[in-house]
């Protein structure tokens, strides 16, 4: 996700999105403990995600 389709989400969008990408987060952590993880980027790509949506979420709420 770039930072222009962030942009285009609407609030309730942002928040749904961050919701799904937690989970997907959390989903990974936990197969990381029982099996190995062939893409070992996802992580970070995630976590950079959900920043770019927090990032944007605070941005809004600030103005």
Known sequence: MTGAEVRKLN???I???LGN???????LK????SEKI????QFGKIRKD???LLTEQNARAAS
Request: glycine share 4%.
């Open 50 to 52: 959900i920043a770019r």
């Open 15 to 17: 928040t749904v999105e």
């Open 38 to 41: 062939e893409d070992s980027t």
């Open 11 to 13: 609030d309730e969008e």
């Open 21 to 27: 990408l937690r989970g997907k987060l959390l989903a």
């Open 30 to 33: 936990n197969k990381s403990v």
